[in-house]
């Protein structure tokens, strides 16, 4: 894949480089930006929603086994997905789901802020399976929404608009 490219940047969702510069905490390890996104990679792996033989040509196939397995860490993929959550390492559930809930308004970032807090915004939350644990739950939840709500091409904001969507959903049937 080409990075400089238009469309490349289309299916691009979030990407390591994007964090560590700028307002990047000094003193922080650059892998430190990539964890948020490779907890979402690892939990993309274990529920079957990445495209197993793209990430094995870029030669990440031991490490995606290692996900799978729990072994190792769950931002082992880094370096196979060039620190990128993109269109291309997913299958077609994995991107429609990643694309309507990654925005970074009110989808996965803001709720991995709202898991970790200060820890979020200081690139400090370690990269472990006790940080998978923790947000694995809000990431099934946001799933298990997408699925009941249609597979909307955008999550439904959360609180008002997501207790009206579920009655106007719920007077339908």
Do not use: C, K
């Not at 560590?20 to 905490?25: D, H, K, L, R, T």
């Not at 820890?119 to 939350?125: E, I, K, Q, S, T």
């Amino acid at each position: 894949m080409d990075p400089d490219s238009e469309e490349s940047e289309a299916g691009v969702y979030d990407d390591w480089q994007w964090h560590v510069g700028g307002a990047f905490p000094q003193g922080r390890s650059p892998a430190q930006g990539y964890v948020h996104i490779g907890v979402f990679v690892a939990w993309l792996v274990r529920h079957g929603l990445v495209d197993r033989d793209r990430i094995e040509q870029l030669g990440g196939a031991a490490e995606l086994e290692a996900v799978v397995d729990r072994q190792g860490l769950p931002a082992a993929l880094r370096q196979a997905t060039s620190g990128r959550l993109s269109a291309d390492f997913l299958n077609a559930e994995g991107r429609a789901f990643a694309s309507a809930y990654y925005a970074p308004e009110y989808g996965y970032p803001s709720d991995w802020q709202r898991t970790f807090g200060r820890r979020a915004d200081a690139y400090a939350v370690p990269d472990s399976w006790e940080t998978y644990d923790q947000v694995e739950p809000t990431l099934d939840q946001r799933y298990a929404e997408w699925i009941q709500y249609g597979r909307p091409e955008l999550m439904p904001l959360p609180g008002f608009l997501m207790r009206f969507f579920a009655r106007w959903f719920d007077r339908r049937r």
